[in-house]
């Protein structure tokens, strides 16, 4: 594993070549909103861009950062109001999707619409049980529990062992806890990407076995009632877009540009000087960001192609107020584990809160951070783990 890490190589699945591997995140940054305090220097796993425009447009000071240059590039250009794109994790999803709609009517879109419009969790788990968790679902995900065929070996050993019942558990246990109708994750995952909010609102009915299930006006078909979410909600917030528009890196039209987002021009490697800028100003390494900051942008954003481990490591001692690290821990080796809490230690100050997720059943990191447990607190179902720790 290259670098310690499987998230080196820049895709999910099995390959050569970077791609772009997340068209949205599936983090929810309430999370980080309540742990960070107020105008906070924040440095954030790029990804998607969702979490670092929710932190931005809460007025928090971030620092972007990703291994993967079409991420990164991706996620500037969401900023800047670019539009979503589909990942390799959105289209893994959508194949699926596609087949359990196929043999399940239940899961098709008009079915599904009265569901996500539910506010109750004991009606949303009864909806579940006799509805939703058939043979059809449970026979679906059954490859899950051979995870290295369909991702890289190092990312698939971070996936907990049977785990289409435990990610059928936990979807159960987030339908127990959180209003459908304001689960943006919920609905992203059985859905598919989209704008908008849970659909018309009003009284939920069960599925109609009459109504035609692929009719257009579904949730993800043109015409379907797509609701604005409220003005000012972590889910308008973490809307790309929102934060200001980004400046790119590198003089305009020279080598070190960044390129128009979605196109296959790279960033170049980590450690050369195609990092992202202010446009018309030279570009800096990231190896040089602690001291000069390799990238600059409005909405109190900053893009660094870098690893997260060596732009800790850089400039000062507790320049940072706080990090947000994904889930960066899974598909690691124990050596880049323990650089990364050394690093943590170094760039971050002493009380400051670190996010960090994880697809096992319990926390990545086995550094003494004073760990507490928020998976509870995170609307996607997705994680085994979500915790806030403190840089001691």
């Not at 209003?179 to 009915?205: H, K, M, S």
């Amino acid at each position: 594993m290259t670098g310690g890490t499987a998230w080196r190589a820049g895709r999910l699945t099995p390959g050569w070549g970077a791609r772009l591997v997340f068209g949205h995140m599936y983090e929810d940054p309430r999370v980080e909103l309540a742990a960070f305090p107020p105008g906070s220097r924040v440095l954030a796993i790029a990804s998607a861009g969702d979490t670092v425009a929710a932190l931005a447009a809460a007025g928090h000071r971030v620092t972007a950062v990703d291994l993967n240059p079409i991420q990164l590039r991706y996620a500037a250009g969401r900023l800047a109001g670019a539009p979503p794109r589909r990942g390799q994790a959105e289209r893994l999803l959508a194949a699926g999707r596609d087949v359990l709609r196929t043999v399940a009517p239940a899961w098709r879109p008009a079915r599904l619409a009265p569901f996500l419009r539910l506010t109750d969790p004991a009606d949303q788990i009864a909806w579940w049980d006799e509805y939703l968790d058939r043979s059809a679902l449970r026979l679906l995900l059954r490859p899950l529990r051979h995870a290295a065929l369909v991702v890289r070996p190092g990312l698939a050993a971070a996936v907990p062992d049977r785990f289409d019942a435990v990610l059928r558990d936990r979807l159960r246990d987030g339908l127990s806890r959180h209003p459908n109708a304001t689960n943006p994750y919920l609905r992203r995952l059985v859905l598919g990407p989209g704008p908008g909010g849970p659909g018309r609102q009003g009284a939920a009915r069960k599925p109609d076995a009459a109504a035609d299930p692929g009719r257009p006006g579904g949730l993800d078909h043109p015409g379907g009632d797509r609701s604005a979410v409220p003005a000012g909600s972590a889910e308008s917030a973490g809307t790309p877009g929102s934060a200001g528009a980004v400046a790119l890196a590198g003089t305009p039209g020279s080598a070190e540009s960044l390129g128009t987002p979605g196109t296959a021009e790279s960033l170049g490697t980590p450690g050369t000087a195609a990092s992202v800028g202010t446009p018309g100003s030279a570009a800096v390494s990231p190896r040089t960001a602690g001291a000069a900051g390799a990238a600059a942008g409005t909405g109190g954003v900053r893009f660094v192609l870098a690893d997260v481990v060596e732009q800790l490591r850089a400039g000062p001692a507790g320049r940072y107020d706080g990090v947000t690290l994904s889930n960066v821990a899974d598909g690691t080796t124990v050596h880049f584990r323990r650089r990364l809490v050394a690093a943590l230690r170094h760039g971050v100050r002493p009380g400051g809160p670190v996010v960090l997720r994880g697809f096992g059943a319990t926390g990545p990191l086995d550094a003494d951070l004073g760990w507490r447990d928020r998976t509870e607190v995170d609307r996607c179902p997705l994680w085994g783990t979500v915790s806030v720790g403190t840089v001691r």
